[in-house]
């Protein structure tokens, strides 16, 4: 009977199915029940349990997380820490947001602007690559975080340290949306290498308040933005230690302490059109650059504000660079007060220092002389355009002295003293010459030509004054009627009369007039009479001095 038995149990073991047996390597092919979601004990897992869990990187039974394990280290829970999608991870916020317990990942439960800037921090990036977008709802935005900031953007925080974080206001009425940023208080605050980006809105501030600002090597981008109101001081712009700011298309609407400041290694960006529809004063400045870069080469002002924008346009503190594209600073940027420019700054249209400036012996434009000045003998002479240098700039005080305005590149003692002039020199105007002058080589008259009118020495014609001749010296012809006066008329009225004139023949009929002829009157400082008893017929020379 045990026999029997023992056959019949033989028999029923090898027509069982494989998954009544034992697993293990003598049983490969054993089945495993799978085990509910979220099973975690001792039981062996098959193989659809695990490829189920792994593929969708979480722990059993929960959506979005990111998986962990427990602490016994038996199995895997769920960690509070959403995980981002490739590509984008959209986040919304409004200003009557609710941040409590709330993932801000579903436009129907906002958070507030400042809960949707750190709600992004507890987003798991490091697995794929994603970028978050926080989507605004037009509204006023006036909460700030523990950073004194509507929004932080640090880049050694969390999971999401690498990622670019944009907020996105209304790109079609960027008026709808509005961060009013309190005093003292900023508006998108960046350090330790964060990336964010801001478009499509208003920003206005209080006093003292920072729109954005960038420090310790982030980046942050804006474009299209209306500056708003602003308190009685305050910056649009901020980048300090490596900071890098952005900014593509800007609108001014209000007065502003700084628009920006950069400094430390950092560097500012600035294209598109600046638009300044109505007039704005710049209270400290445009733009100050100390120790850093600014680049505006792609930028265009524009609007009917433009022209009667009032304030410093610069503050350049070297060493630092600004581009301009060429255009001299206080010609491109718009303002009432010249810049300042110092310790070295450069610029690409090669603006002038306004502390000390070396000049070396190379061409100068004019235009690249406003606004400076040399220190001659003790005085000021200011540099560009087309006024004269005063005599006493260039005498040391002294009361007097001559004109150096030739076009011969004369050498003209230009002290009261005893002078020495050589080789070939003009004089125009009228010179007052003290001391003993030296002439080396011929002194030559070309004040003007002299006249003769129509019945002045005689019946009409009868006199004429040679070509070349001058109002100082030259020659005359009389003709064949009797007279015995010739008026010669100077070719202007004289400044200062001659003190006298000379009359000499230099025909024989004047000759032969003998001491009745070479008789003049007065000169005056229109005209000058020759009288005789006999000049038909005469021609004199003359010389008044």
């Known amino acids: 009977m ?40 001792n039981r062996a897992a098959s193989t659809q349990y695990a490829c189920t869990a792994g593929s969708a990187l979480v722990a059993p039974g929960i959506a979005k997380d990111l998986p962990m394990y427990n602490n016994a280290g038996t199995g895997l829970v769920d960690s509070t820490v959403p995980l981002a999608p490739a590509g984008v991870q959209n986040l919304y916020a409004s200003p009557t947001g609710n941040d409590t317990n709330n993932t801000c990942m579903a436009s129907g439960s906002p958070c507030t602007l400042k809960g949707a800037c750190s709600a992004r921090v507890g987003i798991a990036t490091f697995l794929v690559r994603s970028n978050a977008i926080i989507n605004l709802a037009d509204g006023t935005y006036n909460s700030v975080d523990g950073n004194n900031a509507l929004c ?3 880049g050694n925080q969390g999971g999401s340290s690498t990622q670019l974080t944009t907020i996105i206001g209304n790109c079609s009425t960027p008026a709808n949306v509005i961060l009013a940023i309190p005093a003292g208080d900023t508006g998108i605050f960046t350090k330790d290498g964060g990336e964010a980006s801001l478009q499509c809105a208003t ?59 950069v400094s430390g290694g950092s560097n500012l960006n600035i294209q598109g059109t600046l638009t300044i529809n109505s007039a704005v004063v710049w209270g400290n400045a445009f733009l100050s650059v ?19 924008t009032t304030g410093p346009r610069t503050i350049l503190t070297g060493p630092g660079y600004l581009y301009t594209g060429g255009t001299a600073v206080d010609t491109f940027i718009p303002g009432s007060v010249a810049s300042s420019i110092t310790q070295g700054f450069q610029t690409d249209a090669v603006d002038l220092q306004t502390d000390v400036y070396n000049l070396k012996a190379a061409s100068v434009a004019n235009a690249k002389l406003v606004n400076s000045s040399l220190t001659v003998a003790g005085h000021s002479v200011a540099l560009g355009g087309t006024q004269a240098i005063a005599c006493a700039d260039l005498s040391n005080g002294g009361t007097a002295c001559a004109q150096n305005i030739g076009t011969s590149g004369a050498n003209v003692g230009l002290l009261n003293a005893n002078n020495t002039i050589n080789g070939n020199n003009s004089y125009g105007g009228n010179n007052t010459h003290s001391g003993t002058e030296t002439f080396s080589n ?37 003709g064949a009627a009797a007279t015995t006066t010739c008026t010669i008329t100077w070719s202007a009225t004289l400044a200062i009369a001659p003190n006298a004139c000379v009359f000499f023949p230099m025909n024989a009929a004047a000759a032969a007039t003998g001491t009745t002829v070479a008789r003049s009157g007065i000169p005056s400082t229109t005209q000058v009479v020759l009288t005789g008893a006999a000049l038909a017929n005469a021609n004199y020379g003359y010389i008044c001095l």
């Open 203 to 261: 920003i206005t501030g209080g006093n003292g308040s920072f729109g954005v600002s960038a420090a310790q090597f982030s980046i942050v981008d804006l474009t299209n933005i209306t500056w708003g109101a602003w308190g009685s001081s305050g910056r649009h712009i901020s980048a300090s230690l490596g900071g890098v700011v952005n900014v593509n298309g800007e609108t001014f609407t209000a007065n502003i302490g700084f628009h920006a400041v």
């Open 442 to 478: 011929q002194i030559i008259s070309t004040a003007g030509l002299p006249t003769i009118a129509s019945g002045a020495c005689g019946t009409t014609t009868n006199g004429a004054v040679i070509s070349g001749s001058t109002n100082q010296s030259g020659s005359i012809t009389i």
């Open 290 to 308: 100390t120790g850093a870069t600014a680049n505006l080469g792609s930028a265009t002002f524009a609007g009917a504000g433009v022209a009667g």
């Open 2 to 41: 045990r026999k029997l038995l023992l056959a019949l149990a033989l028999l029923i073991g090898a027509t069982l199915p494989a998954a009544a047996q034992g697993c293990g390597p003598s049983n490969p092919n054993c089945i495993v029940p799978t085990a509910p979601a979220g099973t975690c004990d």
């Open 152 to 154: 932080t953007v640090n």
